[in-house]
């Protein structure tokens, strides 16, 4: 007779401050830049989610990830100020963006859990990723929609997960991974991306 194990799906609580619009903390060009031929395929007119879990580190001391990445975000806008723009489409669904400097959304968040109660193998599908990236009303549109949405949420531990949803017409993987590492190099204190945006 075999017998048959039953998981108890993990469960537990976000509780998240208001979304805010994090801008570029300089001024940047106000221009319209029309979108390549390649990134103006209307299959890749939708938003890529992504996870990234970070361990508690006493390094931090008693600093507040969220603060640290929402500065951080503000200085790497600078730099890669057309994802605090808005996408708008031209003649014949021509997909341009208006770096008008409105914003990527910023979420703060904390849950009552530890990273060891996700269990052992962290992977896709994520559990609960709803409640680690939140879809904020009227966020999700491809057109007259922030770029970006970024969620901290720390948990009881002391580790955090920083989730991303980012417009897939504003880049790829590459590009997405050129702009997290910026982030972290703002995040530890550099001036300067060491790899500048095209």
């Not at 669904?93 to 208006?98: A, E, F, H, S």
């Not at 939140?134 to 491809?142: Q, T």
């Not at 007259?144 to 949420?153: A, C, E, K, N, R």
């Amino acid at each position: 007779m075999s017998q048959q194990t039953t998981t108890t799906p993990l469960t537990f609580t976000v509780r998240r401050h208001e979304p805010e619009l994090i801008v570029p903390a300089k001024p940047t060009p106000r221009e319209l830049k029309p979108l390549s031929d390649i990134d103006d395929q209307e299959g890749l007119r939708f938003h890529i989610p992504g996870i990234h879990i970070y361990q508690s580190n006493p390094k931090m001391g008693n600093k507040n990830p969220a603060s640290v990445i929402r500065d951080a975000l503000a200085k790497a806008l600078v730099f890669y100020y057309p994802f605090a723009g808005r996408l708008k489409e031209g003649p014949g669904r021509k997909l341009m963006v208006d770096c008008s400097g409105q914003g990527v959304l910023f979420i703060e968040a904390e849950a009552d859990v530890t990273l060891k109660q996700f269990g052992v193998e962290l992977q896709p599908p994520f559990p609960c990723r709803e409640e680690l990236l939140y879809d904020v009303p009227g966020s999700s549109g491809i057109l007259d929609s922030p770029l970006l949405l970024i969620q901290v949420t720390r948990l009881l531990c002391g580790a955090f997960i920083l989730a991303v949803r980012f417009s897939h017409t504003m880049c790829d993987v590459f590009g997405y991974v050129q702009f997290l590492t910026a982030l972290s190099e703002m995040a530890k204190g550099a001036s300067t991306p060491s790899m500048l945006p095209v």
